[in-house]
């Protein structure tokens, strides 16, 4: 059994800087890439970022430059942090984390339970 916490959400003006975290535990062999997605009402859930196991990132044009993805292998960890906070940047944010456990053995993608950003004046 594998388990994600995030946490670093909140409310942040607009030029504002936040930072989140996911942490996983459990029975970890090993982690693939790691990933962040966001979703607002009635839309769909979009990836924001993603990190592989070699470290490469990608990002989606709407926030690159602004935010940055890293990852902490020792802690089973993934951060976001975001720059230059704008209004459209506010929506619930989920970690993913691809993981290979000792139990099941082959690799599933676990979700972190979700943090709110809300970005406002």
């Known amino acids: 059994q594998v388990q994600l916490v995030e946490s670093g959400g909140g409310l942040v003006q607009p030029g504002g800087s936040l930072r989140l975290s996911c942490a996983a535990s459990?029975?970890?062999?090993?982690?693939?890439?790691m990933a962040w997605y966001r979703q607002v009402p009635g839309k769909e859930r979009e990836l924001v970022a993603i990190i592989t196991s070699s470290d490469s990132t990608e990002y989606i044009a709407s926030v690159k430059g602004r935010f940055s993805i890293s990852r902490d292998n020792a802690k089973n960890t993934v951060y976001l942090q975001m720059n230059s906070l704008k209004p459209e940047d506010t929506a619930v944010y989920y970690c993913?984390?691809?993981?290979?456990?000792?139990?099941?053995?082959?690799?599933?993608?676990?979700w972190g339970q979700g943090t709110q950003v809300t970005v406002s004046s």
């Open positions: 459990g029975s970890i062999f090993s982690t693939n890439h």
């Open positions: 993913k984390q691809r993981v290979k456990s000792w139990s099941i053995g082959a690799e599933r993608d676990y």
